[in-house]
């Protein structure tokens, strides 16, 4: 490993055996000397084009496998450094190579343990994996070796070096490639040995998983001046889908623009394009977020001088990377930041800074991270370069990240506000454009809740799915529609009545609130959508998000009816017609999947949101729940909402006739959503509700694999599960969501024997929808 022989010996975080920071740091010599866990990077280079790793022979002088060949660069993190520019600066310092971070690409964590010099040195080492991929090999004559680190460097074929490795060639540092570290050479060959024919074929059944569906919603209740309007929110639509896609992935808009250029050089890239616009990423919603693309796939950067001049030799041109694993954190947070260092930073902030870390509108992002920071600029402003505190965590609001599109976007909105002739809209538009310059989204928000136009729009950031490792950040989208006015007056009853329904909730009085706003309900046929739809599509949402306005004002929801009216066609009947017992598929209906719908989303304005813990704080259950809230509330929205329908009919607000189809609707829509993948908010909270009610006897599964309900025991079944979830939400209860999502959350051989069956009828998953109305309405102005 890489050390300093500068008179300062660095000192190393001290880990527990599991790899969590112990709080202790010490000096490098008696971390070794004690064999205390802690952490290093490997960085390898490979060269796609001679399929060659780059290895470095360590120099003599070394205390640790002196004169034998080993990884392109390593070394120790040092105490309060992160891992991805120790992964930078140890290239740097060792072989004087510059590369920006997104040349590196995480593979895997390798933890080696051993004891080399006669006992003297004990290596308990977590080492970070990065994987640099050049086109070609970079020059000899272009490295710049640090003497008393590296001696010499040279390529080896990979499968050489993984030989070497298997005899124990005695010139190269060890490593049990049938172990951990295999993983390497995996990763290799399977990258590289593409087979065309079969990817294509894998790629074409993950897209027809999803039912292409023609979105042709008339415009002809718009005024002329609200289509002018239109064609400026829909611009307006299309920038806020770019910013989604950085928000995924700092390399993600590169990998986009490349897979769409090259994507009719072959039916193979048609494909890779096809999927990947459904996914806006390389990671597939409906596989558990599984990458379907590689590093491989990416794009292709030049650096013309992250090395010393070679003549003739224009620089090195490298794959930008991405990881294999979908980062939690999104692009919301440095990749290589874990919570562990988000929490201590966010215990040194004052009161207002951690409410700014921890809400919705802002990036966290390290102050090395900026347009300048190669890292030779940050060694040449660090001083000695032993240690320099540039790894610490920053606060930026989202008008600051991405300013530049959210200028653009504003304008847009502003000019689009001009031209409509809706007092609402107007108000609409012209907030939400400032509260993209601003960061203050209150005002806007207000606005969105009392718009009252035949144009709908909703526009901003909103959802915090992408963000599973605190549940905190929201992600840009846009739904521009059509109001219906008639679906809409049929569906007032239900924000009517939202206090009946708060004040009866299946849960202790205390924690229920006396004052819930009546949620305004809106219906419209949707025209396009941007941003934040990726994968499987949402039939309706219910906002803001904001808990100050939750409490003053209580939420508005939105119903996409052409979109819920696709699913239950195309899905959830071709569902009930494999899965559902023959007796009960007469209960299978569209009101009752659409009207569920409508309870989902006004129960989300329901149950406890502001809370007070224990110990007299006042906190919200989005703080408290952390990344589980949105699995537990989307099973709180589900299932209450079936707890409010039976309510509702005992009210004799809905007819009982009701009862029967609205439990084999919703038995059929488990299905529907699990399919969405246990990775994902709305599948987790399915699978959680189908297998407590088929543990409570609610739910039963037949000899010939079919599902029926129990209407005996279903209410009683609902009901004690809405009791469960609503009282760990109003405790703020974090130990108990966990345990309720670890018991239920999970894929359970009745769900198995249910998705197989649809996975052989190849029943669509979800639809992709075309937004042929928008795309001619567009094609038009231009």
């Given at each position: 490993m890489?050390?300093?022989?500068l008179?300062?010996?660095?000192?190393l975080d001290?880990l527990t055996r599991?790899?969590?920071?112990?709080?202790?740091?010490?000096?490098r010599s008696?971390v070794?000397?004690?064999g205390?866990?802690?952490?290093?990077?490997?960085?390898w280079i490979?060269?796609e084009?001679?399929?060659?790793?780059l290895?470095?022979?360590r120099a003599?002088?070394k205390?640790?496998?002196?004169?034998?060949?080993?990884i392109?660069?390593?070394g120790?993190?040092?105490?309060g450094?992160?891992?991805?520019?120790?992964a930078?600066?140890?290239?740097?310092?060792?072989l004087?190579i510059?590369?920006p971070?997104d040349?590196?690409?995480l593979l895997?964590v390798?933890?080696?343990?051993?004891v080399i010099?006669?006992?003297?040195?004990?290596n308990?080492?977590?080492?970070d994996v990065?994987?640099?991929t050049t086109l070609?090999?970079i020059?000899?004559?272009?490295f710049?070796?640090?003497?008393?680190?590296?001696s010499s460097v040279?390529?080896i074929?990979?499968k050489?070096?993984?030989?070497v490795?298997?005899e124990?060639d005695e010139q190269?540092v060890?490593?049990?490639?049938t172990?951990q570290y295999g993983?390497?050479?995996?990763?290799i060959?399977q990258r590289?040995?593409e087979?065309?024919?079969?990817r294509s074929?894998?790629?074409?059944k993950?897209?027809?998983r999803?039912?292409?569906?023609y979105?042709?919603p008339k415009?002809s209740?718009l005024?002329?001046?609200?289509?002018?309007?239109l064609?400026?929110?829909?611009?307006?639509a299309?920038?806020?889908d770019d910013?989604?896609?950085i928000?995924?992935?700092h390399?993600?808009?590169?990998?986009?623009?490349w897979?769409?250029?090259?994507?009719n050089?072959?039916s193979?890239?048609r494909?890779?394009?096809?999927?990947?616009?459904?996914?806006?990423?390389?990671?597939?919603?409906?596989?558990e977020?599984?990458?379907f693309?590689?590093?491989?796939?990416s794009?292709?950067k030049?650096l013309a001088?992250?090395?010393?001049?070679v003549?003739?030799?224009?620089g090195?041109?490298?794959r930008?990377?991405?990881?294999?694993?979908?980062?939690?954190g999104?692009?919301?947070?440095?990749?290589?930041?874990?919570?562990?260092e988000f929490?201590?930073?966010k215990?040194s902030?004052n009161a207002s800074?951690?409410?700014a870390?921890?809400g919705f509108?802002?990036?966290?992002?390290?102050?090395v991270?900026?347009?300048?920071?190669t890292?030779s600029h940050?060694m040449d402003?660090?001083g000695?370069?032993?240690h320099?505190n540039?790894d610490?965590?920053?606060?930026?609001p989202?008008?600051?990240?991405?300013?530049?599109?959210l200028?653009?976007?504003?304008?847009?909105?502003?000019r689009?506000s001009?031209?409509s002739?809706?007092?609402?809209?107007?108000?609409?538009l012209?907030?939400?454009g400032?509260?993209f310059?601003?960061?203050d989204?209150?005002?806007?928000d207000?606005?969105?809740?009392?718009?009252?136009?035949?144009?709908d729009v909703?526009i901003?950031?909103?959802?915090?799915?992408?963000d599973t490792?605190?549940?905190?950040?929201?992600t840009?989208?846009?739904?521009?529609?059509?109001?219906d006015?008639i679906?809409?007056s049929q569906?007032?009853l239900?924000g009517?009545?939202?206090?009946d329904?708060?004040q009866?909730?299946p849960?202790?009085?205390?924690y229920?609130?006396k004052?819930v706003?009546a949620a305004?309900i809106?219906?419209?046929q949707?025209?396009?959508?941007a941003?934040?739809?990726k994968g499987?599509q949402?039939?309706?949402?219910n906002?803001p998000n904001?808990?100050?306005?939750?409490?003053e004002?209580?939420?508005?929801?939105?119903?996409?009816k052409?979109?819920?009216e696709?699913?239950?066609?195309h899905i959830l009947?071709?569902?009930?017609?494999?899965?559902?017992k023959?007796d009960?598929?007469e209960f299978?209906?569209f009101e009752s999947?659409y009207t569920h719908?409508?309870c989902?989303?006004?129960?989300h304005?329901?149950g406890?949101?502001t809370?007070?813990l224990?110990?007299?704080?006042?906190s919200?259950?989005?703080l408290e729940?952390?990344?589980l809230?949105?699995?537990?509330?989307e099973?709180?929205?589900?299932?209450v909402?079936?707890?409010?329908?039976k309510f509702?009919v005992?009210q004799?607000?809905?007819?009982?006739?009701?009862?029967?189809?609205m439990?084999?609707?919703f038995?059929?829509?488990c299905?529907?959503?699990?399919r969405?993948g246990l990775?994902?908010?709305?599948?987790k909270?399915?699978?959680l509700?189908?297998?407590w009610?088929h543990?409570?006897?609610?739910?039963?599964?037949?000899?010939?694999?079919?599902?029926?309900v129990d209407?005996?025991?279903?209410?009683g079944?609902?009901?004690?599960?809405?009791?469960?979830?609503?009282?760990?939400q109003?405790?703020?209860?974090?130990?108990a969501a966990?345990?309720?999502l670890?018991?239920?959350?999970?894929?359970?051989?009745p769900?198995?024997?249910?998705?197989?069956?649809?996975?052989?009828v190849?029943?669509?998953?979800d639809?992709?929808?075309?937004?042929?109305v928008?795309?001619?309405f567009?094609?038009?102005?231009?």
């Amino acid at each position: 490993m890489a050390e300093s022989h500068l008179q300062e010996e660095e000192h190393l975080d001290v880990l527990t055996r599991t790899g969590e920071k112990t709080g202790v740091s010490k000096l490098r010599s008696l971390v070794h000397r004690d064999g205390d866990y802690h952490r290093a990077v490997h960085v390898w280079i490979y060269s796609e084009s001679t399929q060659e790793l780059l290895v470095q022979k360590r120099a003599d002088c070394k205390d640790s496998w002196p004169g034998q060949w080993d990884i392109s660069s390593a070394g120790h993190i040092s105490a309060g450094d992160s891992s991805l520019l120790s992964a930078r600066r140890e290239l740097y310092e060792e072989l004087g190579i510059d590369l920006p971070k997104d040349a590196f690409e995480l593979l895997f964590v390798f933890l080696q343990e051993c004891v080399i010099n006669n006992g003297n040195y004990i290596n308990n080492e977590f080492n970070d994996v990065y994987l640099v991929t050049t086109l070609s090999p970079i020059p000899m004559e272009a490295f710049t070796l640090e003497e008393s680190e590296v001696s010499s460097v040279k390529y080896i074929h990979w499968k050489d070096y993984k030989n070497v490795l298997e005899e124990g060639d005695e010139q190269y540092v060890p490593y049990d490639v049938t172990g951990q570290y295999g993983q390497l050479f995996i990763i290799i060959e399977q990258r590289y040995k593409e087979n065309m024919e079969a990817r294509s074929l894998n790629l074409q059944k993950k897209l027809n998983r999803y039912a292409p569906i023609y979105m042709e919603p008339k415009l002809s209740g718009l005024s002329d001046a609200d289509k002018e309007s239109l064609s400026y929110i829909l611009r307006a639509a299309m920038v806020v889908d770019d910013i989604f896609y950085i928000q995924v992935w700092h390399s993600n808009p590169m990998l986009r623009d490349w897979l769409k250029e090259r994507s009719n050089t072959s039916s193979l890239d048609r494909l890779k394009w096809m999927y990947y616009s459904i996914n806006k990423s390389p990671w597939s919603s409906l596989d558990e977020n599984e990458a379907f693309l590689t590093t491989a796939d990416s794009a292709v950067k030049l650096l013309a001088k992250s090395t010393k001049p070679v003549s003739g030799w224009e620089g090195i041109e490298y794959r930008a990377a991405f990881p294999m694993m979908k980062p939690p954190g999104a692009n919301f947070y440095p990749p290589d930041m874990d919570k562990k260092e988000f929490e201590l930073w966010k215990g040194s902030l004052n009161a207002s800074e951690q409410e700014a870390a921890t809400g919705f509108f802002s990036v966290i992002r390290r102050h090395v991270d900026t347009p300048s920071s190669t890292v030779s600029h940050l060694m040449d402003h660090s001083g000695s370069g032993q240690h320099f505190n540039l790894d610490c965590l920053t606060i930026v609001p989202f008008s600051q990240e991405y300013k530049a599109l959210l200028v653009k976007a504003a304008d847009l909105l502003f000019r689009a506000s001009e031209l409509s002739d809706s007092s609402s809209l107007k108000k609409l538009l012209e907030t939400k454009g400032n509260a993209f310059l601003s960061n203050d989204y209150y005002e806007s928000d207000i606005a969105w809740m009392e718009l009252d136009s035949k144009l709908d729009v909703t526009i901003g950031p909103y959802e915090t799915y992408e963000d599973t490792l605190f549940g905190y950040k929201a992600t840009f989208e846009a739904f521009v529609g059509i109001r219906d006015d008639i679906a809409t007056s049929q569906v007032k009853l239900f924000g009517d009545h939202l206090q009946d329904l708060e004040q009866n909730l299946p849960m202790d009085s205390m924690y229920k609130s006396k004052d819930v706003v009546a949620a305004p309900i809106r219906v419209i046929q949707l025209v396009y959508n941007a941003g934040d739809v990726k994968g499987p599509q949402t039939v309706a949402f219910n906002l803001p998000n904001d808990e100050r306005i939750v409490n003053e004002r209580g939420t508005s929801m939105v119903l996409l009816k052409n979109v819920s009216e696709a699913k239950f066609k195309h899905i959830l009947q071709p569902i009930a017609d494999v899965c559902i017992k023959e007796d009960q598929k007469e209960f299978i209906d569209f009101e009752s999947f659409y009207t569920h719908t409508i309870c989902h989303e006004c129960c989300h304005g329901i149950g406890p949101h502001t809370i007070i813990l224990p110990n007299g704080v006042q906190s919200t259950v989005r703080l408290e729940l952390q990344e589980l809230h949105s699995a537990l509330e989307e099973a709180k929205a589900d299932i209450v909402g079936l707890w409010a329908l039976k309510f509702l009919v005992d009210q004799e607000l809905l007819p009982k006739s009701f009862l029967k189809s609205m439990y084999v609707s919703f038995l059929a829509g488990c299905f529907r959503s699990i399919r969405f993948g246990l990775e994902e908010a709305h599948g987790k909270g399915q699978a959680l509700q189908f297998n407590w009610l088929h543990e409570n006897g609610a739910f039963l599964m037949h000899e010939n694999g079919t599902f029926s309900v129990d209407f005996m025991k279903v209410e009683g079944a609902v009901e004690n599960l809405s009791r469960e979830i609503l009282t760990i939400q109003a405790k703020g209860d974090k130990p108990a969501a966990m345990s309720l999502l670890q018991r239920y959350a999970k894929m359970t051989q009745p769900l198995h024997i249910a998705l197989e069956k649809l996975e052989r009828v190849q029943v669509p998953v979800d639809i992709a929808p075309i937004f042929s109305v928008a795309d001619k309405f567009l094609e038009k102005i231009h």
